[in-house]
């Protein structure tokens, strides 16, 4: 059975930093693309960041340009979202995607498995 399992959510402050995780169990996805998408509340679920099966191609929303940085390790099997700077409009539900493509896609039906989401909440 495929499972993507976020972690790292939290309450932090304006200004800074968390670093959050998402684990594969139940096969590889070792040359798949993933992504990270939010759903704030009241708003519908949008793109956050995507990475390349190896890493080598990356893609941010502008709102989260400069900010954000997504990462991979295929041997741990696991995708990374490192927010710097954090905003209270950054006050989300983050969710782990993965499809069946090498490259990344904002477009969130490209994606074919899901995890069950970590909140992120930014106070002012």
């Known amino acids: 059975q495929v499972q993507l399992v976020e972690s790292g959510g939290g309450e932090v402050q304006a200004g800074g930093s968390l670093r959050l995780s998402c684990a594969a169990s139940?096969?590889?996805?070792?040359?798949?693309?993933k992504g990270w998408f939010r759903q704030g509340p009241g708003k519908e679920r949008e793109f956050v960041a995507a990475i390349s099966w190896n890493g080598d191609s990356t893609d941010y929303a502008d709102s989260v340009k400069g900010r954000f940085t997504i990462s991979r390790d295929n041997a741990k099997k696991t995708v990374s979202l490192q927010m710097n700077n954090l905003k209270p409009e950054d006050t989300a539900v983050y969710y782990c995607a993965v499809r069946s493509g090498f490259w990344p896609s904002a477009d969130s039906k490209g994606y074919d498995y899901w995890g069950q989401g970590t909140q992120v909440t930014v106070s002012s």
């Open positions: 139940g096969r590889t996805f070792s040359s798949y693309a």
